[in-house]
């Protein structure tokens, strides 16, 4: 259901109008009623329409001006304006403004069901594509951290195969070329700022511009690994990586290793024969976060991944991920994504 504000300063105008807004079958509900532009865009900061009706000539604040000040507020609201024969030159300044459509008075029942129905079809497309995109950003921010560790730790083989995952999900829709470049656009801008944040802002990787890329889905594909190999070849050329021969196999231990509770900073420190401060030190150095961070990042995002399956209750999942303590998990989970296991799971529709 769309919810609708109808602004006209005639009683009758405003009742009609909403009378026959609720009769047309249509899915839209008059929420809010003004007899002025001013009390409109009051009504407007306050509900938040998907649709104003407005009337070109009111007191205190005409049509052209509320479209005006409408502009500069964040709702995106949907303006139709009602006119007179002698305001006809207001409708089509108003139409130059980007309202959707204007009607005459007396407003005929037929021609307002027509436009209803074409507003019901836009706005059905905006939400349809908000969706779209609100999901596509959750996915890239779960993407982002993964993909940019593996570029931080020149795994090629590894990024080619997340790369490769990546685009076989994009593609399932079958994306246009230009929806395809601004969802590789959002995914990479993520990753390069993981990036720029493990290395303290010193990478300089080049700009992402998926929008000058070529249309062709398998070129998108070759320009993202191509981006991806740039800025390893950075990492390469900035970093010492006289430790990296143990640290790619203690970065291989935790991962395989890190469901087990007792795993720590003197085990994985052992391997390498180094003290656990001094192991400590090269990790955050080379890595970009400290051991425990890393530990603690690497068993949340397993536990999200469990989360989206609803055969898991909330504590299995914690001791699948190396939480014996229930509380312990939660209040990680909580700290480093900013809700509850069960608020999550509520996010994403699992009850």
């Given amino acids: 259901m769309y919810t609708v504000i109808v602004a006209d300063d005639e009683y009758m105008v405003k009742r009609s109008l909403s009378k026959l807004i609720e009769t047309s079958g249509e899915p839209f509900r008059v929420a809010g009623e003004a007899e002025d532009g001013r009390e409109a865009l009051e009504l407007a900061d306050r509900l938040s329409p998907d649709l104003i009706i407005t009337d070109i000539r009111m007191p205190v604040m005409d049509g052209l001006e509320l479209i005006e000040a409408l502009k500069h507020r964040k709702g995106t609201a949907e303006i139709v304006v009602l006119s007179g024969y002698d305001d006809f030159g207001y409708a089509q300044r108003a139409l130059r403004a980007g309202v959707f459509d204007y009607l005459l008075k007396p407003v005929k029942p037929q021609l307002l069901v027509a436009l209803l129905q074409r507003l019901s079809d836009k706005l059905g497309k905006n939400r349809h594509a908000a969706t779209k995109r609100s999901e596509w950003l959750q996915y890239s921010r779960n993407k982002a951290g993964p993909l940019a560790e593996r570029i931080w730790l020149l795994n090629r083989e590894e990024v080619q195969a997340g790369l490769s995952g990546l685009h076989a999900d994009l593609m399932e829709d079958e994306p246009e070329p230009a929806e395809l470049k601004e969802r590789y656009s959002d995914l990479l801008t993520l990753v390069t700022a993981e990036l720029e944040n493990r290395s303290g802002g010193t990478i300089a ?147």
């Fill in 205 to 351: 990787s080049a700009a992402v511009e998926p929008m000058t890329w070529p249309d062709a889905a398998e070129r998108i594909a070759e320009a993202v690994v191509a981006y991806a190999d740039e800025v390893m070849e950075e990492l390469r050329a900035t970093r010492k990586w006289g430790a990296q021969h143990y640290l790619h196999r203690v970065v291989e231990h935790i991962r395989e290793h890190y469901a087990k509770p007792t795993l720590d900073l003197q085990e994985v420190a052992d391997l390498c024969e180094m003290s656990p401060s001094y192991f400590s030190r090269v990790f955050k150095q080379e890595i970009g976060v400290s051991f425990i961070h890393y530990l603690t990042g690497l068993r949340l995002d397993q536990a999200k991944a469990l989360l989206e399956d609803p055969r898991y209750k909330t504590y299995e999942i914690a001791q699948t991920v190396g939480y014996e303590d229930y509380p312990h998990f939660a209040k990680m989970f909580k700290k480093q994504i900013g809700l509850s296991p069960s608020e999550y799971r509520k996010r994403l529709g699992i009850k």
